[in-house]
């Protein structure tokens, strides 16, 4: 295994940021054990129906069901009539679906204490900059749904608006007492939209904060959300290589380089830490080419990576291994790919 250079481990063990000049040199965390080993085929899907690509997967309230909104068997649900939401029972049987003809590129999905399902529509596969000419309109919206599928609530205009809520949204994370924050912005173009909001749980705009940029209060695709035991907010800020540690005011509290080029994230209820890296290697560009992709594993409280899963397919020149990544209460790891079009569990190694 090898170690992080004593001055970065140091600093990572107080929780101080790194400067820019320090994490440019930081050396990538590439060869940790990796104590998991890979169950493809588990999910049980309806005859004829194939898998589309994915990035949105969670745990059910029981602990054990896993939830994941899919691309319709393709990358987008455009011209589909199929199903996206899916419940899978803890031995991949399908128990529910519902969700058809409502989004197109299901790209987050969320499970809150109310046991209600959101789901997050990026329709990051139509254009970049503006939204889809379509009549009606459709996309770039978040939908709650009760576990049984009802529509309880739509957030967001139908294709989308750079001037408010949202355009190309890419994550939610409700917290323990209702309010909810998104995460918008899915490409890395000059003059992109790049933003956190914070929602009271009626829906009312809290705040929103961030713009475009690579600064220490920008983001570029702000693609993930967890918190941890402590209330503080993990946020994925794929485009700059990093994490960034807020309180729920929005105040940066540190910033994380070692888990590479966050796609998803998810921290457990012991504050471990699950970062799926789907665009380092030959996907990336700059600093992020030194990494490999895969699913990073360490400690939320200190920061310290301990294990890595690596992507199986390593030398793929398109995204590959998880993009978004779910952990049940055994340990359990769901990995949701984009690129492969699949769902992948992983156990630890007997």
Sequence with gaps: MRALRPRFAALLAVGAPLTLAAQ??????????????????WAKLPEGRSWGSTSAVAIDRDG????????????????????????????????RHFGAGLMISPHGIFVDRDD????????????????????PPRGHQIFEFSHDGKLLRT???????????????????????????????????????????????????????????????????????????????????????????????????DTWYQFS?????????????YVGDSESGSVGSGRSRLWKRGIRIGSAKTGQVTAFIPDPVEQATNTSAAEGVA???????????????????????P
């Design 155 to 253: 957030l967001g205009v139908p294709g989308g608006s750079r001037d408010s809520a949202f355009f190309q949204p890419n994550a939610i994370y409700v917290a323990p007492n209702g309010a909810f924050f998104v995460a918008e912005g899915h490409s890395s173009a000059p003059g992109s939209v790049a933003r956190l909001f914070k929602f009271s749980s009626d829906g009312k705009l809290v705040r929103a904060w961030g713009s475009f940029g690579s600064g220490p209060d920008d983001w570029d695709q702000p693609h993930a959300l967890a918190m941890d035991s402590r209330g503080r907010l993990f946020v994925g800020d794929r485009g700059n290589n990093r994490i960034k540690i807020l309180d729920q005011d929005g105040n940066l509290l």
């Design 64 to 95: 054990r069901s896993v939830w994941v909104a899919e691309r319709c068997g393709a990358n987008s649900c455009a011209n589909s009539s199929l199903d996206p939401v899916l419940e899978f029972d803890p031995d991949g049987n399908l128990v």
């Design 24 to 41: 440019a040199t930081m050396q990538p965390v590439n060869d940790l054990p990796n104590p998991y080993r890979a169950i493809e085929g």
């Design 327 to 349: 952990v049940d209460a055994r340990g359990v790891i769901y990995g949701a790919e984009v690129g492969p079009k699949d769902l992948k569990r992983y156990e630890r190694t």
């Design 116 to 135: 209600n399902v959101w789901v997050v529509d990026c329709a990051c596969t139509y254009g970049r900059t503006a939204p889809p000419i379509e009549s």
């Design 261 to 273: 080029r966050p796609s998803g994230i998810w921290i457990d209820a012991n504050d471990n830490i």
